[in-house]
């Protein structure tokens, strides 16, 4: 069991740079607005744009350092396997299905060791998002890879869904193998991301894995960024042909994709934009020619990114 001086630690690292934000990092919109959505069309083969009408007045979030209490539970039914990072974040997911590395299910192996299911549409954290759960002396990091609710369950209490192991941790074993439910209440802490780290991959970087629908067709899925965590826009910057604007593809909280097709002109950076509104453009085209991108491939990037811990 972590002393209270252990899980004191933890928390100060993880809060150390986000004092001064703490207020400051989400502002509710009276107004509803636009964005760029892409959605694959199986029959023709290639992608088709529009603008997503997103409604207002948009959810006040947690900043960072703040605390709310929660419940927790478990989920571990055949559809629903929490080890494979499958949801509406797409941090799990290949065009063809699970994503795969490091010996087993990708976002379990080599990117986030401990994620969970965010519910109240986002409001303690959406994909990417980064916190600290504590209970029964107990405390845990966790990346947001699912968001459980939508708009219209805001009214329900915070909650907070975690895979088998993590809960177990919590419980000294109390839900055994899964075969029946069980429930806490704890406290969430929402922190910087840039402190969490994760294995196989060094720290302050972010990682990008590519997807290739087709030749034409071709998307990024950007994790382990730092701040917020949560990504708002990513656009496109090639070495031969400049600034080409991104949407994020239907469906998955965490694809982005070029509108037009940057294959052919060299080496790719990206811009991208977090919901806090901070925004950071990588420099040197850490991403190879768009033509070579094939489905899972992953690039740590660390160019021109900062470093909070």
């Given at each position: 069991m972590a002393s209270k001086l252990q899980i004191a630690a933890l928390l100060a690292l993880c809060l150390v740079s986000a004092v001064a934000a703490r207020d400051s990092i989400f502002v509710e919109s009276e107004a509803a607005h636009t964005e760029p959505v892409a959605t694959y069309n199986e029959q023709l083969h290639k992608f088709e744009f529009f603008n997503k009408t997103v409604e207002a007045p948009r959810r006040k979030a947690m900043g960072l350092g703040d605390s709310i209490p929660v419940t927790v539970t478990f989920y571990n039914s055949p559809g629903m396997d929490c080890t494979t990072g499958n949801g509406q974040?797409?941090?799990g997911n290949d065009v063809g299905g699970t994503a795969y590395g490091g010996g087993g299910p990708f976002v379990?192996?080599?990117?986030?060791?401990?994620?969970?299911?965010?519910?109240?549409?986002g409001f303690m954290g959406g994909c990417g998002a980064c916190g600290v759960l504590t209970y029964n002396g107990k405390a845990r990091g966790f990346v947001i890879t699912d968001i459980t609710d939508d708009d219209s369950q805001q009214g329900r209490n915070h909650h907070l869904d975690l895979c088998l192991p993590s809960f177990n941790y919590f419980t000294d074993g109390r839900a055994?193998?899964?075969g029946h439910g069980g429930i806490f209440s704890g406290t969430w802490t929402r922190v910087d991301c840039g402190c969490m780290g994760a294995p196989n991959y060094p720290d302050n970087a972010i990682v990008v894995r590519t997807q290739e629908y087709n030749e034409w067709a071709k998307a990024v899925v950007i994790s382990r960024m730092g701040g917020v965590g949560e990504i708002a826009g990513v656009n496109?910057?090639?070495?031969?042909?400049g600034f080409v604007r991104g949407a994020r593809v239907e469906g998955w909280g965490t694809w982005w994709m070029p509108t037009e097709s940057i294959s052919g002109k060299g080496g790719v950076d990206l811009q991208i934009t977090l919901t806090d509104g901070n925004?950071?453009?990588t420099t040197g085209y850490p991403l190879p020619d768009a033509r070579v991108w094939r489905t899972g491939n992953i690039y740590n990037v660390f160019n021109n990114l900062p470093k909070t811990c």
């Open positions: 974040c797409g941090y379990e192996t080599s990117l986030y060791p401990y994620h969970a299911a965010s519910g109240n549409y055994g193998d899964g496109f910057i090639t070495r031969n042909g925004t950071l453009t």
